[in-house]
């Protein structure tokens, strides 16, 4: 039995929900280890759709077990919301879905203190989600987070009071004034207009808030390290599904353009207990394309024609903001790098169909940055905006890949372009997604998946074909 690692090897928005819910068929549980809710994705569930945040859509699969792992930084307020619209369609999550009692807890005032950051920053803005899972990471990292265990004697804990008394003081300066910044820091000059005044957090309602939450969250609460390793013992595979992407990893990403948490596939063992050595592999996903929300560096970014025709062809807007994503050309600089750091063994290829009616696709091979030309990826965001891209153009496949099964029937230059890219990734992909829906996916034969899935890729077929 396998446990495989599904990461994201861009700036998240890959399609990762459609690949994990596709490969559901083939895991016994479904495990997230970092960030909260500031993931998403919308699933179809009968005639409803959902737009899941934090759930790993796996819970819509009879049988299958979902973990909110200890890396996690969880809004019991958005985890009841979704339990709700979970419970109205009939799906219940009690006795299916654990949380992880060291998992921290996000309080209002981390979502409160990210967007008085975000309004201080102005121009040069890291364009966070809101959700406030910076300022939860800190508060960890600082050693005065609250965890889910913690929950039912906050009023005890000094760890409360010292959140308290950090984010109110930042509030206060905030609304005083934008502070004024280093250069290079994601935080624009001159300085941006106040923050909006915030009401003073009161404690005593937070200890309650506290207490309510502990008290609901209770059934799904575990030692969820023991639970996971439990699993594996008794030969279950596990698949821990990672959120945001590699390029948004606060050690191997963009750094300052980042998230707070480790989104790579080495957090997939520190935001769950289960050792790296019992981790069978990773599947990255790509889109055909680029996509980032946000402030950042993007070399392949089209702000012309052909970048809007992405954005609208492929629906590019954000599932938790509906902010439109910028896009451009596929990145290998980027894929190589996510190939390394997460030891990708096969790839799932998302959207390919977005690409159909382009005379021109462009693979960017290589960056010159001064004159010279490097296939790495720098680590300053100084460099990669100096960053010229170096192109391949290849043919467009002047053809509809639109709902294809198998990989021999897509056009022939759409089978050259994924050929491209696999040489320039170094990678096999193994799935090719060529429409929103299940059904329309391609998983070959003869690829590192088969392992990857336990050898179960049949059912994962006879799932697809509905
Ligand atoms: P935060 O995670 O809300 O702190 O946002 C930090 C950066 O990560 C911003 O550029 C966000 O747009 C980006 N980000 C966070 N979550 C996602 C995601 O699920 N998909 C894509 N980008 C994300």
Redesign the pocket.
Known sequence: MANTVVIGMQ???EGKGKIVDLLCPAFDAVVRFQ?GD???HTVKFGDRHFALHLVPSGILHEGTRCVLGNGMVINPDALFRELEALAAAGVEAAGRLFVSSRAHVLMPFHAELDRAREAARGRRK????S?G??PAYEAKASRYGLRVCDLAAAGRSPRLDAAIAKVAAELDGLAAAARPTAPGDPVVEPPAASAPPTAPIDRDAEVARCRDWGERLEPYVRETAYLLNAWIDRGESLLFEG??GTL?DLDHGTYP????SSASAGGASTGTGVAPGRIDGVLGVLKAYTTR????PFVTELEDETGGFLRERGNEFGT?TGRPRRCGWFDAVVARHSRMINGVGAVALTKLDVLDDLDQVRVCVAYRIDGEERRDLPATVAELERAEPVYRSVPGWGGSTVGTLEFEDLPARARDYVALLEEEVGAPVAIISTGPRREETIVRDGTPLDRLASGRLEEVRRQRNG
């Open positions: 700036w998240g928005d960030g500031n993931a998403g890291i364009g966070t989600t959700r899972i910076g959120a945001q948004l353009y980042v998230t707070s929300v946000g402030g950042g938790t």
